[in-house]
């Protein structure tokens, strides 16, 4: 089968969650197809199956992947079409976050057959310990072979959104024009090297280094890519700076659990790690 994965990931954690997803659908002799949306690629019209992927956020799908599929043309009527999404907690208001871009692909006559939803650690807010990221990673790593079975096999369930969930995600929409503001006011301090990597890989194009000068414009969409991958931590989130959070995590085995709020949603990472243990179970 031909299959296209199409996503947005701000700091690596979903598409390093899509990898293997890819990896497993090729040991399985499918024909995978990765597409990041911020190239603006077309989505091939021969394929079977279609993969949307993104990071949560505000209970939201980011504004890119909204807009991405606003603007395709793309149909191929009764196509299965999944989501797989990840968040940094396993809070029920996740489960609406799919509301809106659901919406829009049934527009375009697309129905979602099922989606998927994961722990990864926090790119802001506070920083996970290495446990709990290694715990996540672990989990995904049990999970992704027996969701990927679901996928290839084309399995379909009816996906209700609550009145709940759905007012939440309409209500925190509002963080997608705020972001232009809260964005434009980013700095940099000090430590600044001008290597020009926040430039190169802002999704939205709104950081310019001229004449070894930062400036953060006005499309910024808070996906903190800039801040979590810079070098010499160099980058203020203006309003967001105590929630910072820089550098990638090793997702190796730890005991480390250096972390302060290891009370923080606590009843909802139990919940999520409870559910995701039973479905690992119960299929070995």
């Not at 999404?85 to 659901?102: A, D, M, Q, R, V």
């Not at 953060?216 to 969409?221: I, T």
Request: proline share 4%; with cysteine.
């Amino acid at each position: 089968m031909k299959i296209a994965i199409v996503y947005f990931s701000g700091t690596g954690n979903t598409e390093k969650v899509l990898k293997e997803f890819e990896s497993f659908f090729k040991i399985q002799n499918n024909e995978v197809k990765m597409i990041k949306i911020e190239s603006g690629e077309y989505i091939p019209t021969d394929i079977d199956i279609l993969i949307i992927g993104y990071p949560v956020h505000a209970f939201n799908a980011p504004k890119i992947v909204l807009d991405y599929f606003n603007n395709i043309s793309f149909f191929k009527e009764g196509l299965p079409t999944y989501i797989v999404k990840t968040s940094g907690e396993g809070l029920t208001l996740n489960n609406g976050s799919s509301n809106k871009l659901t919406s829009i692909l049934k527009n375009k006559g697309i129905t979602i057959f099922n989606e998927y939803h994961y722990l990864m650690p926090y790119n802001i807010i506070f920083r996970h310990s290495d446990k709990m990221a290694y715990k996540m990673w672990k989990t995904v790593l049990e999970l992704i072979p027996l969701d990927a079975k679901e996928i290839l096999d084309k399995k379909r369930i009816v996906i209700k959104y609550s009145l709940g969930t759905k007012f939440v995600s309409n209500a925190l929409r509002i963080e997608q024009p705020g972001a232009h503001i809260i964005g434009s006011g980013f700095e940099v301090n000090n430590n600044c090297i001008h290597c020009g990597l926040c430039e190169k890989n802002c999704p939205t194009k709104n950081i310019i280094i001229k004449n070894n000068k930062v400036y953060f414009k006005e499309k910024c969409m808070i996906c903190m890519r800039c801040v979590f991958n810079c070098p010499k931590d160099a980058i203020k989130p203006g309003i967001l700076n105590r929630w910072k959070v820089n550098g990638q995590y090793s997702f190796s085995y730890s005991d480390d659990e250096n972390c302060k709020h290891q009370n923080y949603c606590k009843r909802s990472y139990k919940k999520y790690f409870d559910k995701s243990n039973e479905k690992i179970n119960s299929n070995k």
